[in-house]
Each structure stands twice: as C-alpha cells, then as structure tokens.
C-alpha cells in the first residue's frame, strides 16, 4: 500500500485537515486512513506533542509502511525545527532502516537527510541528497512529493552558489504547488525566491510588489512554508 495523503492537506488546509480527522466525533475510521496527513497539519500548526501522541497512539501500529514513514518525516520536521534533534535523528534513522522499495518510501528517506543536513548546518552532502529526493518523488508519479523535492533542490542549489539554478527550481516548486491548489505554500515559496533574488540583487519585482506578496500570504501554519521550512 503507498501513502495518500488527504484532499485537503494537498492543497494546504491543514486546520480543515485537523478539524475533520481529528475534532469531529466518530472519525476514527478516517483518521486511521489519513493519519500521516493528520501529524503533518498538527506539525505544521505548532501542535507537534499532539502530533507525537497521535504516532505513538495510530501511526506506528499502522499496516501501511508508507504512511509510518510518511508520519515519521512529518514528525521529525516538527521536532527539527523546535531543536529537539535527538528525537528527530531518532525517527529519520528508524525510517532509514524500515523504506522498502517504494519510490515514495526512498524519496521520504533522502527527503529526511536533505532536510536535517540543511536545517542542522551540514550542507556538504546536501546536493547529492535533493537530487536524489527528486528523482525518487518522480518515481512516484505523484505532485506532493515532486513539489517537496523541488523546493528543496532550489534551497540547497542556492546555498551552494548555484544561485540562478537554484531560483529556477523554486519557480518551478511554485507551479507545482499551484497545480495542487496550495496557495499558502505557492506564495511562501515565491517569497523564497524572491528573498534570494533580493540578496543576491537579481530582484525582478518591485519592492512594494514584494511587500504585497508577503502580506498576503495566509496563517495556515506556523511555518514558512508547509514543505521543509528550509528558510
């Protein structure tokens, strides 16, 4: 069985995702299917002692090897990103030693290294990591993963200098994002690109249109983005 995250997280709603799987009585049956997008939107909401409980209650009893692996990422980036990188390294290694040959499986894995390796400082093996998501998220013929990867790509691309690389993949996680309905995210990642633009004065828009962008970009999480928050 591969991961199907819900309708709703695609496209970004994670309040609704939570509202719907986790608040409403009887959705046990629901939750138990979208459990990896649960602990995700909780994640991404800030509410990530929620989205440990829900793992160890549901997720790591679950059948479907994809969505423990899917819920584990999503839980190490909550945990990364509030420092906690012991419990992190945990579920990223466990994960490590449970992908199977699932294209979305490895693409989780090499995901998780890209992610950590950026977020804690090593960057050196990075590169060969992103590329390696990438390939494998296409592998898995779908959109989520391949808009996750891109944005990574650009992100590390851009660290290391490929600086006109690098906002080209951003451009192109935008439009996936899009394709997915996720407006929040598609303009989180505009904004990224446009940061860069800034920084490394190759900017293309105005600084109100920058500002205008910024200010429209929706609270639906905590983070910059739904994705990584690699910024």
């Known amino acids: 069985m591969s991961w199907q995250p819900h309708p709703k997280f695609k496209s970004g709603q994670y309040r609704a995702v ?6 409403r009585p009887n959705s046990a049956t629901a939750r138990k299917r979208y459990i990896a997008s649960l602990i995700a939107s909780l994640s991404f909401l800030g509410r ?17 090897s994809s969505d423990r692996i899917a819920a584990r990422f999503y839980l190490a980036i909550g945990f990364t990103r509030r420092s906690e990188y012991s419990r992190a390294q945990k579920l990223f290694e466990q994960n490590e030693k449970e992908a199977g040959k ?12 890209v992610f950590f390796g950026f977020y804690t400082g090593r960057l050196e093996a990075c590169l060969a990591e992103a590329l390696s998501a990438r390939k494998w998220a296409i592998a898995s013929k779908e959109i989520l993963p391949r808009y ?5 790509l650009g992100h590390v691309q851009v660290r290391g200098g490929d600086i006109h690389a690098g906002i080209g993949h951003l451009r192109e996680a935008v439009r996936l994002a899009q394709k997915l309905g996720n407006k929040n995210t598609s303009s989180a990642i505009r904004i990224s690109a446009q940061l860069y633009e800034w920084e490394f004065g190759l900017q293309t828009e105005s600084l109100e249109e920058f500002e205008a962008a910024f200010r429209s970009e929706g609270p639906e999480n905590n983070y910059s983005h739904s994705s990584l928050g690699l910024e």
């Open 18 to 23: 939570v509202e719907e799987l986790l608040d």
């Open 48 to 64: 990530i002692e929620e989205a440990s409980d829900l793992y160890d209650l549901v997720a790591k009893k679950s059948k479907n």
């Open 102 to 113: 699932a294209p979305i499986e490895k693409f989780f894995v090499h995901q998780g290294r």
């Open 148 to 152: 996750l990867a891109t944005d990574a």
